[in-house]
C-alpha cells in the first residue's frame, strides 16, 4: 500500500517518491495547498476505491496520517 501512496503523491504534486517520508505535509511539499489537498484525496479515492468521511479528510495532513487513514478505510495492518 505504502508504494502506492508514494505514487499517487509523486503524481499529484511532481515530487519524487524517493523525497518522500511521513512526515512530508503541506509544510515541505510544494503544491500541497488546499486545492492540491483536494486533488490528493480524489486521487487517493480513485487508487484505493474508497470515499473519505469529511471528518477524515482534515486529519489527513501528513503522508503519515493518510496512510493510517488508508490502514483503517481498507482493513489493512499497521
Known amino acids: 500500500m505504502e508504494e502506492s501512496i508514494y505514487s499517487v503523491f509523486s503524481s499529484v504534486f511532481g515530487v519524487s517518491a524517493s523525497l518522500l517520508s ?13 486545492f492540491g489537498h483536494v486533488e490528493l484525496i480524489e486521487a487517493l479515492e480513485r487508487t484505493f476505491s474508497v470515499r473519505f468521511a469529511p471528518d477524515e479528510i482534515p486529519e489527513m495532513q501528513n503522508l503519515g496520517a493518510i496512510q493510517q487513514v488508508l490502514r483503517r478505510r481498507l482493513g489493512s495492518p499497521g
Open 22 to 34: 511521513a512526515t512530508s505535509s503541506p509544510d515541505t511539499i510544494l503544491g500541497w495547498d488546499s
